[in-house]
T-cell receptor, first 116, second 112 residues
């Protein structure tokens, strides 16, 4: 247990569906992240939130919409996805934005998403 | 962001010491070296971090030479449960330092 939980762990959806991924951290951290990990590709940073404000959006398509209602919760809203969006979506948190260079990111177990 | 290079894969027998070397030739003065471990279908897990010389914790040791252009993760007496992908990252300080860049990592297979 890393103190970061994600639900659901597995999700299968059609291209016209709308679904949401949820992440919760119990570590009192100020920063939260969404990553995407496709098969045989490195982890890709998607979004970064610090103190509930989005500070980074790495050119992610608008069919992915993040939401951070408070410093403990992070959502990723999904709509009209494509089959190539099938991947492991990982949430992480850290104490700050890594300003010290020693700020460790704690990852959740991920949501395995399959788009049909 | 400093680029890292590490072997794609390694095999080891149980009980052996495993050393995984990572090169990071353009590491900056304020950068830290961090290693993560990832099991299949799970998120990466922090193992160890260092700036220079040697760092040891209950899981591993990290050796960093004086020029800091490389680092070596040492896993003592590996077991089957150490089979995982190991990532070497260079973590910058200051603004934008949340941008962890994960490469392809080193897939360690421990053989009985």
């Amino acid at each position: 247990e890393t103190g970061v939980t994600q639900t659901p762990r597995h999700l299968v959806m059609g291209m016209t569906n709308k679904k949401s991924l949820k992440c919760e951290q119990h570590l009192g951290h100020n920063a939260m992240y969404w990553y995407k990990q496709s098969a045989k590709k490195p982890l890709e940073l998607m979004f970064v939130y610090s103190l509930e404000e989005r500070v980074e959006n790495n050119s992610v398509p608008s069919r992915f919409s993040p939401e951070c209602p408070n410093s403990s919760h992070l959502f990723l809203h999904l709509h009209t996805l494509q089959p190539e969006d099938s991947a492991l979506y990982l949430c992480a948190s850290s104490q700050d934005q890594g300003l010290a260079g020693t700020d460790t990111q704690y990852f959740g177990p991920g949501t395995r998403l399959t788009v049909l | 962001l400093a680029k890292t290079t590490q072997p794609i894969s390694m095999d080891s027998y149980e009980g052996q010491e495993v050393n995984i070397t990572c090169s990071h030739n353009n590491i900056a003065t304020n950068d830290y070296i961090t290693w993560y471990q990832q099991f299949p279908s799970q998120g990466p897990r922090f193992i160890i971090q260092g700036y220079k010389t040697k760092v040891t914790n209950e899981v591993a040791s990290l050796f960093i030479p004086a020029d800091r252009k490389s680092s070596t993760l040492s896993l003592p007496r590996v077991s089957l449960s150490d089979t995982a992908v190991y990532y070497c990252l260079v973590c910058p300080s200051g603004a934008g330092s949340y941008q962890l860049t994960f490469g392809k990592g080193t897939k360690l297979s421990v053989i009985p």
